[in-house]
DNA sequence: GTCTATACGATGATAGAC
DNA sequence: GTCTATCATCGTATAGAC
């Protein structure tokens, strides 16, 4: 099987990134762990880049294909009903995609929070994937939201959407944590309490009343 | 004047690491920009990592402070009137001293961007800065805030400060922008109306009601 | 103390044999 | 596809000039 080393490369490189940071994984250390060639790294992704990319867009384009799949499925509903779509439903379709997999498959949280730190990390290259990943989602969302609450100005809540993928990122960054200040006694996975909880606060953060011009 | 080349050194790291991101930014590209020699940086600041944390903490721990004061007096305010703290006071206590500078010295806005991609990205030491530098200020908030809003479970609210957070920093990252997606008309500064905004959307976001164990 | 020139090991990337 | 050898560049350390 050829694509052996280059799924080895991509789960272990995942992993690694998550647990310290993609700047302080060297692909020595990456092809040691995952027992393979230092140059096959280069070979299968031309670059470190490259590798960070993939395992980045690995992950993400299914995501987002799911949440645009909900997404429009959410409209279409409303619109055969004749009505508004409403305003959780549409939040609904964007992030419990985004949490169903991590809470089936407890081991890929990790990558849940890396995509989390990307999206909104320093390094220019990653805030390229987030625009080319997520300007049709985006604009669905835009017109989605607006006919949704129609009595906030368009571009205020194109603000809010992009807080919300702020607190979205948040959350994602916060479901591989066990530790005691989130979740003092739960023994069980937070994945469905963070997904609720998130979705409840963005929810009522898109709703605000308009702001004024002249603070309260 | 023999700090001339620390601050140098700090206002080009801070123009570059803006610009180009942390990674792609080499200490020889720094040094070549700030026209000083290579063993500058490691002179003055120990390593790339020093100046990093220094670039980021020379703005975060006097505006820690300046939220901090402001936070301690609106406690003592209340205290005073024999009330609760007010939630939109405690986030203004918050959330004014990110932008108030901003407005000030247009210049430093590249700064706001930094700070805000930096505290959510994906290096592990930056994650340590944040934590360090904001428990003190994590601990008052998370107390004001029970009092204000004492119907929802502490931990619940803990949650969502983490989430207000999140849409914090994605403003700081979005002051800086000119672009037309955000702000096609506005040719002011964009600050005073980011800084309602994202304190409109908070606010909305903590006083919402308890999330259901079970999805609504 | 402050700064410079220079050298060292490690890193990401490449070329060519197998 | 995989490997070894090699390269330019990176972050870093040191010795010494001012």
Excluded at 91 to 117: C, D, K, M, N, Y
Excluded at 177 to 205: C, H, Q, W
């Amino acid at each position: 099987m050829q694509c052996d080393t280059k799924i080895k490369l991509l789960d272990h490189a995942e992993r690694l990134f998550a647990e310290k940071g993609i700047r302080a994984t060297s692909i020595r250390d990456l092809a040691s762990a995952a027992k393979v060639n230092v140059a096959a790294v280069n070979y299968h992704f031309g670059s470190k880049d490259g590798l960070m990319t993939q395992v980045i867009e690995r992950r993400l384009v299914p995501l987002n294909q799911v949440r645009e799949e909900r997404l429009t499925l959410v409209l279409s509903i409303a619109e055969s009903e004749g009505r508004q779509p409403k305003i959780e439903d549409l939040l609904r379709a964007l992030i419990e995609p985004t949490f169903e997999f991590a809470a089936r498959l407890p081991e890929s949280q990790p990558f849940l929070e890396l995509v989390g730190r990307a999206m909104s990390g320093t390094d220019a290259q990653f805030r390229e994937i987030f625009h080319r990943q997520f300007e049709p989602l985006f604009q669905i969302l835009d017109t989605a939201t607006q006919s949704a609450l129609p009595h906030i100005p368009p571009q205020e809540l194109r603000c809010r959407l992009y807080f919300a993928m702020g607190s979205l990122h948040s959350a994602m960054r916060m479901v591989g944590r066990k530790d005691t200040v989130l979740f003092p006694t739960s023994e069980t996975s937070n994945v469905p309490v963070v997904t609720e909880m998130v979705l409840n606060f963005i929810a009522s953060g898109l709703r605000a009343p308009c702001t004024r011009e002249g603070k309260a």
